[in-house]
């Protein structure tokens, strides 16, 4: 048995009853949680266990990344000024020029630098499969494992070009059945239902304006056959409502769910634009929100209707999404900005701090259905922890440490434990040579911009 102590912290639990202790201990077993409480741990576990002292920290469940595309760490600064239907035009003709080697590098350059943003769990969505380009998902996942995170990997797909009224190129879709029949392929090799799964896969078609409907239809079929979960970009931007109105007769929302796709199986990416009734839909079918702030910031997509689907009990969760159109690639600091983003929309008592962590955590967990398992510190789940140090210069004073996290400058890791193994140390990644990641991402960035 191996076991770590980490004692004399600000714990925040997270767990229902939003338990936090001043000065707190967690104690880690073989990869899980064994105990969390006040004080010092009992001092019969401490022989043989590796003692962690985390004054001056706060120690948090690991956050959870419900919503990111890795593959594009390499097409960062592109279209900085567009909104989303520009910046995808712009963008689709480098990205049909991807293949499994240059995702396999972006994705581990992405996965860094999350994991040393307090990220354990990483939520991919890859639409984008040109023929001839390898194992793209085989790619993610060994990057996953390189850099030490647990994954969601969502098989996504288009067949829906532009000669078809879609938006994607031609070149960038696939033949519905090539669809489906790589989802089901992908499933079946990587995706893991055990508790502790480092890889799970979902079943995820782009969005309304770039798959079919016989698409979007058989993948939920598919998925629920294969007991898996569901997901897509909806309500995104004004764009997609006005595409929706004029192709479908329908709201996203009412068009998403004519195929089958509101249960508590699916998870949506931004959803901007719901009405009062699609956000009572959300919440009473159980589908859940990834609220990706900075992305709908840079698009200028607007300010998604967090407090009202709280409020409504829908869950939802942060997602840091495609770093082409979030740079900066961190999921922490998407609690700062889904506090602030949410007092712009309905006040500056509307969105605590709290509200932002419960998010990134537990709010996460349920989204990707694993609250059983992860997004909270309990004795018995898995012990993917954040140790943040918050008695630096950028938070001294800030006498309340979630504060400092969810208000403040993204404080550096003491420790990112992912199933208890050591990820992130002291700020830096300790699971891959962080230099080398960066040289092999600016090669890459350079050899796909060359395709053009």
């Not at 202790?21 to 019969?44: L, N, S």
Request: net charge negative; aromatic share 4%; proline share 4%.
């Amino acid at each position: 048995m191996t076991r770590t102590i980490i004692e004399h912290a600000h714990v925040a639990t997270v767990d229902a009853a939003g338990t936090e202790h001043r000065d707190g201990h967690v104690v880690i077993e073989d990869g899980r949680i064994a105990a969390v409480g006040a004080g010092p741990a009992d001092p019969t576990l401490r022989d043989g266990a590796e003692l962690v002292d985390a004054r001056g920290c706060l120690v948090t469940p690991g956050l959870i990344n419900t919503h990111h595309h890795l593959y594009q760490w390499l097409t960062r600064g592109y279209a900085q000024d567009a909104i989303l239907f520009d910046w995808l035009t712009a963008l689709y003709p480098l990205w049909s020029r991807i293949d499994a080697d240059l995702t396999g590098v972006a994705a581990a350059g992405a996965m860094a630098v999350l994991a040393r943003s307090g990220c354990t769990t990483v939520g991919d969505h890859h639409y984008v499969f040109p023929r001839g380009s390898g194992d793209i998902v085989g790619a993610i996942v060994d990057a996953a494992s390189t850099v030490g995170v647990r994954l969601h990997a969502t098989r996504g797909s288009m067949d829906l070009g532009v000669s078809q009224g879609g938006l994607p190129p031609d070149s960038a879709v696939e033949t519905t059945d090539a669809a489906l029949t790589a989802s089901h392929e992908a499933v079946e090799r990587y995706h893991d239902p055990a508790f502790d799964a480092m890889v799970r896969v979902a079943i995820a078609p782009c969005s309304p304006f770039s798959v079919t409907a016989d698409l979007l239809r058989e993948s939920a079929t598919l998925a629920r056959s294969l007991g898996v979960r569901l997901h897509t970009h909806a309500s995104e931007t004004v764009e997609e409502d006005a595409y929706c109105a004029e192709h479908f007769g329908r709201t996203p929302t009412q068009y998403l769910e004519d195929l089958g796709w509101l249960r508590d199986d699916v998870w949506m990416a931004h959803a901007v634009h719901l009405d009062e009734p699609a956000i009572a839909r959300y919440a009473a079918t159980g589908t859940g929100v990834a609220h990706c702030p900075s992305s709908n910031g840079r698009l200028g997509a607007g300010i998604a209707p967090v407090r009202a689907l709280l409020d409504a009990g829908a869950p939802v969760g942060l997602g840091v999404d495609g770093a082409a159109s979030n740079e900066s690639g961190q999921l922490g600091v998407e609690i700062r900005e889904a506090v602030l983003m949410g007092r712009l929309r309905t006040g500056s008592d509307s969105m605590s701090v709290r509200d932002g962590l419960r998010m990134a955590t537990m709010g996460g967990a349920r989204v990707l259905g694993r609250e059983r398992e992860i997004g909270s510190l309990e004795a018995g789940k898995l012990a993917d922890i954040a140790v943040w140090q918050v008695d630096r210069i950028e938070h001294a004073g800030i006498l309340d440490p979630v504060a400092a996290l969810g208000l403040g400058a993204l404080p550096p890791l003491k420790r990112l434990y992912v199933g208890g193994r050591v990820v992130v140390e002291d700020a830096t990644l300790v699971t891959a040579d962080e230099d080398r990641l960066a040289r092999a991402v600016a090669s890459a960035s350079v050899t796909l911009a060359e395709r053009l």
